[in-house]
């Protein structure tokens, strides 16, 4: 299984970035797992930032990145994404994109069965 995660970079405050997690190898389809983004800083907890259902129409978003970040998916492409707007510092972290095997939308990252390598995200102030 392989979620190869994208898109990081360096940005200033207010920039933008969109992060894809391209996913193969999954023991059953795409559509079956709920895909996620978590996001950790060196010395603090991994922390849940957004959630997608199969189909896309739920979504789960933790309060701080509400209204800035958007999540995504294509199943035919095998692809999560996460749109980035309004950066900040506090965003920075490296991201890791998530598959769980179930039909609803878990903030735990203990819940999720497989994780990819992650990409770093640096906003500058």
């Known amino acids: 299984v392989q979620l190869q995660a994208c898109g990081g970079g360096l940005v200033q405050t207010g920039g933008s970035l969109r992060l894809s997690c391209k996913v193969s190898g999954l023991p059953l389809r795409m559509r079956d797992y709920v895909m996620g983004w978590f996001r950790q800083t060196p010395g603090k907890e991994r922390e849940f930032v957004a959630a997608?259902?199969?189909?896309?129409?739920?979504?789960r978003y933790r309060d701080s990145v509400k209204g800035r970040f958007t999540i995504s998916r294509d199943n035919a492409k095998s692809t999560v994404y996460l749109q980035m707007n309004s950066l900040n510092p506090e965003d920075t972290a490296i991201y890791y994109c998530a598959a769980d095997r179930t039909q609803i939308i878990q903030t735990a990252g203990a819940r999720y069965n497989y994780w990819g390598q992650g990409t770093l995200v640096t906003v500058s102030s």
């Open positions: 997608v259902n199969w189909s896309g129409a739920n979504t």
